[in-house]
């Protein structure tokens, strides 16, 4: 399925059912008094994070979303049904934004959680609301309400504990392969990687954390070299950010601290918050270095870059010092993780625990 994350929708609510405005009319009742009965209420729209959901793409063909009108209220005391109600599912890790004044509508970052992004208009009052003691036949209704009208503008943000950033072919791919169920494409041409990839590192019972990787970023990302700053966003939600960098390139030419210094150029244009997350460098391909000379290639680059950070040297091809790396992480994410609220105390209870 092709992966889709921006989309633009525009729902409209449906309208409040008119007020009926109506006289009770028997044989042998000469007054039967009014019986108008009140409109329905418009039908409202929802939006829905789905667990089971991973991209926008059906709001790529489907643009207008409507929910029903409200019925009209009927004479004989009848009362308008409510339109029905218009649920719309998306991926948890949504935002959706007004596309007109950029305000955050709702932002689904948990499964199952449930917005209204347009209400449905309310429904007009029949002639019998209007019955009183100096008013017994009254001939007057109001119309129903128009439903609210949005443009919409959803952003998919992948909902990740770490991401992993780096230059196109730095081992990203084949990282989050060998230490996740992941199991993206990989070869030997950049920009293999053309969307973003999630998987689920389970290190032992209960023990577990989501890594996101995004296509590798490039010098002048931001003046749409590569594949620009589009799949950055998915960074955002993470608590942690992993720089992979590779110590053998292919290019005798290549300097992998050149080609890291870039990166974090380019993520600071992106989003200052972003470039401030914790980042831990990690040096990858160490098995394309002789033996002899790693401990001193490893020296370098840590001391020109001027890492304050973690630094990690592993081989994801070769599956090597990456059990280290993983203990680490899920120590830190778990670190990280905001704290679950206390269950408030019944105080029927607490006076029996006394």
Not at 15 to 31: A, H, Y
Request: aromatic content about 6%; some cysteine; charged content about 25%.
């Amino acid at each position: 399925m092709k992966f889709i994350d921006e989309a633009q929708i525009e729902v409209f609510a449906g309208n409040g059912g008119n007020g009926c405005m109506s006289f009770r009319r028997e044989k042998f009742i000469p007054f039967g008094g009014p019986d108008g009965g009140d409109g329905g209420r418009g039908g409202h729209v929802y939006v829905q994070a789905d667990s089971n959901l991973n991209t926008l793409i059906d709001f790529r063909y489907q643009r207008l979303y409507r929910a029903r009108n409200g019925e009209h209220g009927r004479g004989a005391d009848q009362f308008g049904a409510a339109g029905e109600d218009m649920l719309l599912r998306v991926p948890v890790g949504t935002l959706v934004r007004d596309a007109e004044t950029d305000e955050v509508v709702a932002d689904l970052t948990q499964s199952g959680q449930r917005i209204v992004l347009a209400h449905g208009g309310t429904g007009g009052l029949g002639n019998l609301r209007f019955k009183s003691s100096t008013n017994r036949a009254p001939r007057q209704s109001t119309p129903g309400q128009p439903g609210e009208q949005r443009k919409l503008h959803l952003e998919l943000k992948v909902l990740a504990d770490v991401g992993l950033l780096g230059m196109p072919n730095a081992g990203k791919s084949t990282f989050i392969a060998a230490v996740s169920n992941a199991r993206p494409k990989i070869a030997d041409y950049p920009f293999t990687t053309l969307h973003p990839q999630l998987g689920v590192v389970r290190l032992g019972e209960g023990q577990s954390f989501v890594v996101a990787d995004i296509p590798g970023l490039i010098e002048g990302a931001a003046e749409g070299a590569g594949l620009g700053h589009q799949f950055l966003r998915h960074l955002q939600r993470t608590r942690l950010l992993l720089h992979l960098v590779d110590v053998a390139p292919f290019d005798p030419e290549a300097d992998p601290v050149r080609d890291a210094r870039s990166v974090i150029a380019e993520l600071k244009k992106y989003d200052p918050e972003l470039a401030a997350k914790p980042r831990w460098l990690v040096l990858n391909k160490i098995d394309m270095v002789p033996a002899e000379e790693r401990k001193a290639r490893v020296a370098d680059i840590v001391r020109r870059l001027r890492h304050k950070g973690p630094v990690y040297v592993i081989s994801a091809l070769a599956r090597e010092g990456l059990e280290p790396l993983l203990r680490a992480i899920f120590e830190a994410v778990r670190a990280a993780a905001p704290a679950e609220p206390e269950p408030p105390t019944d105080p029927r209870f607490a006076q029996h625990e006394q």
